[in-house]
């Protein structure tokens, strides 16, 4: 069943992924002073439809808007439904910029 995504699994492997992010960066994470704002997004279709080069699909994405839309998705009215194309892709903002955030410190080439 490798091919099957179970939800369940993936909620509770987002609930254990977030109980280690703030294990380790505690219950708020401030974002003002990371310095890394902006980053590198390939175009979601661009990203999966493999037959062209992706590199005219890059573009910038911002983890300060990535976190207003989530902000936003929590205000909306409880029958307004999540776009699910546009508010996963916030939400996979914000956990690449946990993972980036996680990653060990670059060498500076001393010894």
Known sequence: MADVLR????RRVCGMLLDAVEKRFGAEVDL?????DHYWNV??????ELAHDPAAA???GQSSDDVAELRALLRRPADDMPVLWHDLQHLAGV??????LDLPAASTGDS
Do not use: K, M, Q
């Open 58 to 60: 890059i573009d910038v």
């Open 32 to 36: 003002s002073g990371l310095g890394v």
């Open 95 to 100: 956990l690449r910029l946990l993972a980036y």
């Open 7 to 10: 939800v369940d699994d993936l």
């Open 43 to 48: 175009d979601l279709r661009s990203a999966f």
